[in-house]
């Protein structure tokens, strides 16, 4: 969904909530974003980033389901354990595709519905030639939509996202007297939510994407990267859907790293954990992954729970 790259930082402090992780380092960056299979765990206790689950109480890798209220076999410390070491991987990540967007909800809109089932390249280059071509979203949905799918044809499936685009604009339109989603920068995050995945086009994926970069509300969109390593590493289940996923996110990242912690996870998506060949010798995250356990990268032994 989205390229990123890097920028400055200092590290801050983080409680956790559900106390078993005490006053762990989070790795947060100031200036960024802000923004399994096939074991059986065990929690061995190592001291670092304790991932608050007690011995026993681990869910299974194989089939993803844990014991925290959550639903994952993690707890929220150990989400956080994962967060610091992957931000030691990629401190100081952004998202470039949505970034230049930050704090323009309807432009973030546009662009992640463009991102939908393409690359950032091509998804940036048609909201470069739909900006270029319309002075306004108000020309786009007013002037005949074969210009628009003209302008979108570089980025592919122009005529469905011409009409999801102009569906979702019409209905901004409709419900605000004007092509905006400024009233929601008052509005509870939920009820924000509810109302983005109401719009024709927009899902669970697309309604965080607009939360986090065009409202600065906390939110963590699960793409196909995300959906990939959480179920590898026996965060979600192997057949547990996005949506479910994005859930399970939701409810266990602190609202602090929500936004960092997407986007670096984006990052080790495509740069280390990639569908085809997981760089599993080299992550940092391999000694409590299900998938490089299944795959004999590790010894043959229980995962451990830090
Ligand atoms: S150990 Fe391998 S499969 Fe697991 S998260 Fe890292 S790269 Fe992905």
Not at 222 to 233: G, K
Request: proline content about 5%; overall charge positive.
């Amino acid at each position: 969904m989205t390229k990123h790259t890097t920028k400055s930082a200092h590290v801050l402090k983080h409680q956790c909530k559900d106390g078993s992780g005490g006053n762990q380092d989070l790795g947060i960056r100031q200036g960024s974003q802000g923004t399994g299979e096939g074991c059986q765990g065990t929690s061995l206790g190592t001291g670092h980033g304790n991932l608050g689950i007690s011995q026993g109480s681990l869910g299974t890798c194989q089939d993803g389901s844990g014991s925290s209220q959550s639903g994952s076999r993690f707890s929220q410390s150990g989400i956080i354990d994962l967060y610091n070491k992957i931000s030691k991987l990629y401190p100081e990540a952004h998202s470039e595709l949505l970034e230049p967007f930050r704090g323009n909800p309807v432009d973030v809109l546009v662009a992640t519905i463009l991102s939908q089932a393409t690359n950032d390249t091509l998804s940036k280059r048609a909201f470069s030639e739909l900006k270029a071509q319309f002075h306004d979203w108000e020309s786009v949905l007013v002037e005949d939509p074969c210009n628009v799918e003209a302008a979108l044809a570089c980025g592919g499936l122009q005529r469905q996202k011409t009409k999801k685009i102009r569906s979702a604009l019409s209905k901004l339109k409709q419900d605000f007297g004007d092509i905006t989603l400024g009233p929601l920068f008052d509005w509870p995050k939920q009820k924000s939510m509810e109302y983005l995945t109401s719009l024709p086009g927009v899902g669970p994926k697309t309604a965080a994407c607009v939360l986090a970069f065009g409202l600065g509300k906390p939110a963590f969109p699960v793409d196909t990267h995300i959906l990939r390593i959480a179920r590898r590493l026996g965060l979600a289940g192997k057949k547990q859907n996005a949506s479910s996923v994005q859930n399970m996110f939701e409810n266990l990242v602190p609202d602090e790293i929500k936004m960092p912690f997407h986007i670096m996870l984006i990052h080790h998506g495509r740069e280390m954990c990639s569908s085809r060949k997981p760089k599993c010798m080299s992550c940092p995250l391999k000694e409590t992954c299900c998938h490089a356990q299944e795959a004999g990268t590790l010894p043959n032994e229980p995962i451990e729970a830090r």
